[in-house]
């Protein structure tokens, strides 16, 4: 298996990346712009999660990936449940509600795999 040299390698980061991008281009609606808190909240929970991946990573120490990747974790779940009020808000449709947050789910099953490659 080939070394890892930079995080833009890491699948995890490139999955964050187009959750963040899906996420920023889907709060763009009236009804979310109008929602500031909501959309602020979500949108910094989102981008928080390639920005620690990518951070963690930079620290060359597995120790301190493993934390900063436990930190994107967290702030999945920020996201989901940003999603779930987004929803009952209905600043959503139930459809586009699913895929982000399948996606979401996805990078979170993904991300919990590395940790614990990461702790064996």
């Not at 890491?10 to 920023?24: E, F, Q």
């Not at 900063?68 to 974790?73: G, M, S, Y």
């Amino acid at each position: 298996m080939p070394l890892i040299k930079s995080f833009e390698e890491l699948d995890i980061w490139k999955r964050g990346r187009l959750l963040c991008t899906t996420v920023y281009r889907a709060s763009r609606r009236d009804l979310f712009v109008r929602d500031f808190a909501l959309r602020d909240q979500l949108r910094r929970a989102v981008l928080s999660v390639p920005l620690n991946i990518a951070e963690g990573f930079g620290r060359r120490s597995k120790r301190e990936f493993r934390r900063f990747l436990l930190i994107a974790h967290g702030s999945l779940a920020e996201v989901q449940t940003c999603l779930y009020i987004a929803l009952d808000l209905q600043h959503f449709e139930q459809e586009e509600f699913k895929m982000l947050y399948d996606e979401s789910e996805e990078l979170s099953r993904m991300i919990s795999g590395l940790v614990s490659r990461l702790e064996a």
